[in-house]
């Protein structure tokens, strides 16, 4: 294997430093035989999904990794490929995944990750028996953890990087069950300062997509702090962000809370065996998570501020508004492409379509 110095390769100045921040080291080049040999010619499949399938593997050094192939090879597939090795061998974070490295040999394109030997959180949250093994003090590691990485992707890492498709299913969990943000395949970088920007195409997941990003084909920061949001309720409540008949989360949520029922929103599993306590900063986090799913992106707070509420239990909190400024029904209504189903990342129709 050779190492390849890839464009760009030293980070811009970050607005902040952190001990968080791992130092930077190079990206390899594997050859695509190594990876063969490695996966035992990809033999022991982890996960499929909308942009490739994940094999484990073993270097000859003993170390683990995942490696994903691209499904298909298209300008589209081609382009996401070289945009999440761009962005993600600039990243050095304890909550983002740490890239090793790529292969690409003619048509077939693969990156090398450092393996999570407790898969994704959606796993975890959605398998009964698997789900009970989380008490609410590590399901409040994994979103803190999730806010963490998400602030140095947004303010720290010195891109401003929007990732665009936050969601459990994006989130592994390493061996002590610390998440790391994956998925880059859509994430794109801002400019400093910049608060939003338009897109051709709206990109993401039915169910944790930001209504004003639909409604306006502008992203921004916010629609990643919506689609946390939802993360958050799903961890909570243990159901999925859009169910088959049709009805959203954050619309079951809502109803809960406006009736003074939030608590309902917590399994039933963790409601009866956390004490009053931890029941207390339960809701809590519910209530954060209805304010970074606001319909109006402006008045959502920044990961930022949604971090000072975690950590900061007497700091009072803003009432969520349900307002009908945009409409909570439109993702409902929206004209999905076919291919694209509640759960699954894709490109949904061009923003000119509509």
């Not at 050779?2 to 050859?31: G, H, M, P, Q």
């Not at 990243?91 to 292969?103: A, Q, R, S």
């Not at 880059?184 to 939003?196: K, P, V």
């Amino acid at each position: 294997m050779a190492v390849t110095s890839l464009l760009d390769t030293v980070f811009r100045r970050r607005k902040k430093k952190s001990t968080e921040f791992i130092s930077y080291t190079a990206v390899f080049e594997f050859d695509l035989d190594t990876i063969k040999a490695a996966t035992n010619d990809f033999s022991e499949l982890v996960g499929r999904g909308g942009f490739g399938s994940v094999y484990k593997g073993r270097l000859q050094n003993g170390q683990e990794i995942a490696v994903k192939i691209l499904s298909t090879s298209s300008i589209r597939t081609e382009r996401q490929f070289h945009n999440e090795l761009n962005i993600l061998s600039k990243l050095k974070h304890k909550n983002v995944i740490n890239l090793l490295g790529f292969c690409t040999k003619r048509d077939q394109h693969g990156l090398v990750y450092e393996f999570m030997p407790n898969s994704s959180l959606d796993c975890f949250i959605l398998d009964p028996q698997r789900a009970a093994q989380l008490n609410w003090e590590m399901c409040r590691n994994i979103i803190d953890g999730i806010a963490r990485g998400l602030r140095y992707l947004h303010e720290e890492s010195g891109l401003w990087v929007v990732h665009r498709d936050i969601k459990p299913g994006n989130i592994l969990l390493d061996s002590d069950l610390k998440p790391k943000i994956v998925g880059f395949e859509l994430a794109r970088t801002m400019q400093q300062g910049e608060n939003a920007a338009e897109t051709t195409e709206i990109v993401g997941t039915v169910g944790y997509l930001d209504p004003e990003y639909i409604r306006s084909g502008r992203v921004s920061v916010k629609s990643d702090v919506y689609a946390f949001g939802v993360t958050i309720l799903t961890i909570i409540s243990r159901r999925k962000a859009w169910s088959v008949d049709g009805d959203s989360l954050i619309k079951y949520v809502r109803r809960c809370w406006n009736r003074g029922e939030a608590i309902d929103v917590i399994h039933e599993v963790m409601r009866e065996e956390e004490r009053e306590y931890s029941i207390s900063e339960i809701l809590r986090y519910i209530h954060i998570a209805l304010l970074c799913v606001d319909e109006n992106a402006e008045t959502r707070p920044s990961i930022d501020k949604v971090l000072h509420w975690f950590s900061c239990f007497s700091s009072p909190l803003p009432e969520p508004t349900f307002g009908n400024r945009f409409l909570a029904e439109e993702e409902t209504n929206w004209p999905w492409s076919p291919s694209l189903s509640p759960g699954h990342s894709s490109v949904t129709s061009p923003i000119s379509s509509r």
